[in-house]
């Protein structure tokens, strides 16, 4: 199977994890929502998969480019 990596596309706070590992997300769908500047921004998965791992937790703060997540296609 293909990995791929989701990565943060600007800093911000980890407000909501949508797809625990293991769990599947759908093309384009939501798999953490990051809080910035007291706006929600969803993190898409432009490919779907199975979430191989998830290298954030709840309240972390992340930087822009940080490595989030781990899927497999």
Known sequence: MA???VRSEIAGIVRKIEVAAGGT????GELIILESMKMEIPVLVPQGGKVKSLL???GAVVEEGQKL???ER
């Open 3 to 5: 990995e791929f990596e």
């Open 25 to 28: 997300v759908a093309p384009d």
């Open 56 to 58: 954030v937790e709840e």
């Open 69 to 71: 997540a781990v899927l």
